[in-house]
């Protein structure tokens, strides 16, 4: 069973940090992109930064130069470091991974539940 499990959320003021964690588990299971998304109330879920497993990554514009995503592939976790949060910021944060498994065809998806970030004075 493939499991992802966020944490690290919370109440932060404007202008303050947070480092979001998400530890991968599943028995002989590769997890491939690992990425973080993001869902506001009312919203879709949308997408924030992804890191391939050899550390390529790509960020939304809105975040890039705030947000730092990394990985740490013998731990198979990954972190998002979030700076200079501001208001919108404010969402329920979810972390997913792209998987191969052996004897299953092509790759899968899977989600963690999420954790809520609210960015509030």
Known sequence: ??????????????GGSLRLSCVASGRFVSFNSM????QAPGKQ??????IERGGSTTYVDSVK????????????????????LKPE???VYYCSSIVS????????IYWGRGTQVTVSS
């Open 1 to 14: 069973q493939v499991q992802l499990v966020e944490s690290g959320g919370g109440l932060v003021q404007p």
């Open 35 to 38: 990425g973080w998304y993001r």
């Open 45 to 50: 879920r949308d997408f924030i930064a992804n």
């Open 65 to 84: 130069g705030r947000f730092t995503i990394s990985r740490d592939n013998a731990k198979n976790t990954v972190y998002l470091q979030m700076n200079s």
């Open 89 to 91: 910021d404010t969402a």
């Open 101 to 108: 498994r052996p004897g299953v065809l092509g790759t899968e």
